[in-house]
């Protein structure tokens, strides 16, 4: 601090001898060291109740006239206008573009105060008055100028700061609340960044998951699908793009499922990495799923329907093991017309529904039994050593079809006619099978006999 005023002192006194100021200069130290501690940003704070943006004119007017009452009192009245160009600048800078209009209005006020003043013999001027007044005119209107100026290039700024920050604002909103997740993995699918958008759609902080590997959080069975799309989004170059949905896991340990597009952007140098859009569609999918399983299934006992029956005897018969054979029941149930007219629907849909259960129970765990609609079953038996074993298995099971069923306090009692064919070859036709039971089971309803 003495350095700083000891130069100031040699400055104000080698102007005062070459005759550039007429200002003793001790005093003009002590000036401009007030005039620069209450320019100073800390000082301006205080006098602006500690915000830069309150008492614009208040601030103003302590350094504006600080800087005229240093240059009148040095005989250089006529410069005012220039110091307060410098002055508002930094306001500007420090308050906005809405204190231009006060800094103009305080310049015009101190430049006038100051010639005044030298007028009245208050003060010197080291050159003419009428000299000095030109300059301060001339100043002045520059400075209005310049402020003006000055303040809407400011005004511009701002603007274009405040759209900028308007919309980063809502482009975070949007990013924060979005139902998307966005997260950029690298080559190794490790995490480099990912979306707040975490927090709601699973729970987890993005602070959690950077820097981890993606398929750290992929259902096991889910993983090979999610790697081979890893793998082919890189192998197809810039740009490249791959869709897929995989199960992750929530924060809470839920799985869901989620739709996921991968885009190649590692050549791009603002992204570096493999942009990946995640969708939540667990409901889509838990959708699709019963749509599926309705369209498959039979309403009533929720066994497999005949649609069902057939794509699932096509897919038993090439995986026949060798020395066994796949066998198939057609099974309809004899007497359940005269239940279903005497005791109405409802006895008949119960009806159905035990027949079903026992028919169940007397299969093995491998075998699978359809509703092929009406009163009519099928069950496909595969592994079966031999053709004794299936007519072994008939027996058992139009034995157990022949117990009375007690339905809601009433007992009834019906049969089952069980027609069977059976495959030993992997290249036999599943609609041929179909065919040879049905005939069998129509055989066996009317007491006639057909060839396996």
Not at 52 to 71: E, P
Not at 137 to 156: H, P
Not at 223 to 243: K, M, N
């Amino acid at each position: 601090m003495i350095l700083y005023v000891g130069a100031m002192f040699l400055v104000t006194h080698a102007f005062y001898r070459w005759g550039l100021s007429m200002a003793s200069p001790i005093v003009m130290t002590g000036l401009l060291a007030l005039f620069l501690a209450g320019s100073h940003e800390r000082w301006q704070r205080l006098l602006g109740g500690g915000h830069m943006h309150n008492r614009i004119v208040l601030r103003l007017a302590v350094a504006n006239v600080g800087a005229a009452v240093m240059m009148t009192y040095a005989g250089w009245s006529f410069m005012v206008p220039a110091w307060a160009v410098l002055i508002a600048s930094v306001h500007i800078g420090w308050s906005g573009a809405r204190s231009r209009l006060a800094a103009g209005a305080i310049t015009a006020v101190v430049t006038l105060a100051a010639q005044a003043a030298v007028h009245a013999g208050l003060a010197a001027s080291i050159i003419p008055l009428k000299y000095s007044d030109g300059a301060a005119i001339w100043g002045l209107l520059l400075a209005v100028t310049a402020l003006n100026n000055v303040g809407v290039s400011a005004a511009s700024g701002e603007e274009a700061t405040a759209a900028l920050h308007q919309a980063e604002a809502r482009f975070r909103a949007l990013v924060e609340k979005s139902s998307d997740v966005v997260a950029v993995l690298d080559a190794n699918a490790h995490i480099t960044l990912i979306s707040p958008a975490i927090r709601h759609v699973a729970g987890w902080e993005p602070d959690d998951v950077l820097g981890l590997d993606r398929m750290v959080f992929v259902h096991p069975d889910d993983v090979p699908a999610a790697r081979a799309a890893l793998d082919e989004v890189i192998a197809g170059g810039d740009g490249a793009e791959v869709r897929f949905e995989s199960r992750s896991r929530r924060r809470d340990g839920a799985w869901r499922w989620y739709e996921t597009t991968m885009r190649n952007l590692l050549a791009d140098p603002a992204v570096g990495g493999i942009v990946c859009n995640e969708r939540d569609v667990t409901e889509r999918r838990l959708l699709h799923d019963e749509l599926a399983h309705a369209a498959a299934h039979d309403g009533l006992t929720g066994l497999p329907n005949r649609t069902e029956m057939s794509r699932r005897l096509a897919a038993a018969l090439p995986d026949a093991r060798p020395g066994h054979l796949v066998a198939l029941l057609y099974i309809d149930l004899d007497g359940f017309k005269g239940v279903n007219d005497a005791y109405g629907h409802a006895t008949g849909d119960a009806l159905l529904v035990a027949a079903a259960e026992r028919l169940r129970g007397g299969l093995r765990a491998e075998d699978e039994l359809c509703r092929l609609g009406g009163d009519e079953f099928a069950a496909i038996l595969s592994g079966v050593p031999s053709v004794r074993a299936v007519d072994d298995l008939v027996a058992e099971l139009s034995g157990a079809m022949r117990l009375p069923f007690v339905l809601s306090g009433r007992t009834v009692q019906v049969g089952a006619s069980i027609g069977s064919a059976t495959a030993d070859s992997a290249a036999a036709d599943a609609t041929v099978l179909v065919e040879r039971a049905d005939t069998a089971m129509y055989a066996v309803k009317h007491g006639t006999t057909v060839s396996r």
